[in-house]
C-alpha cells in the first residue's frame, strides 16, 4: 500500500511504499498551533476550496490545523481516501473525489 502521513504536530512527512520502505523527512509547514476543538465539517469545506483551485496547500495546512483542529492526516493513494484525525483521537474519512 502506498501512503504517506502529514503530521502538524511534528511538521513531518512520512511516506510508505508497498514495498516496505518507508522515508521521514522534516518540512517547514507554516501554521499556527493545532486548534484543540476538531470540525470535520470544516475539513470538507477547506477541500472543497482546495480542490476547486481556490486555495493551495499553503492555504489547507493554516485552515486545516487553526480552524478544523487537524493535527495529522494519512493519504491512502490505493485505497483513494484521506483520514483526518484530531488531537483527542477525533477523525473523518473522506475520499478521492469521483472515487465513491
Known amino acids: 500500500m502506498e501512503s504517506y ?10 511516506y510508505y511504499r508497498s514495498n516496505g520502505e518507508s522515508l521521514v523527512t522534516s518540512v517547514p509547514l507554516v501554521h499556527d498551533r493545532v486548534a484543540p476543538a476538531f470540525s ?5 469545506a477547506i477541500n472543497r476550496k482546495v480542490q476547486s483551485g481556490e486555495w493551495s496547500f499553503a492555504d489547507f495546512v493554516r485552515e486545516s490545523t487553526a480552524a478544523a483542529g487537524c493535527a495529522y492526516y494519512m493519504v491512502y493513494l490505493n485505497g483513494k481516501k484521506v483520514r483526518y484525525f484530531g ?14
Request: charged share 40%; hydrophobic share 30%.
Open 5 to 14: 502521513h502529514v503530521d502538524f504536530l511534528r511538521n513531518e512527512f512520512r
Open 40 to 44: 470535520a465539517e470544516k475539513l470538507d
Open 87 to 100: 488531537r483527542d483521537g477525533d477523525e473523518h474519512v473522506q475520499y478521492f473525489p469521483g472515487s465513491r
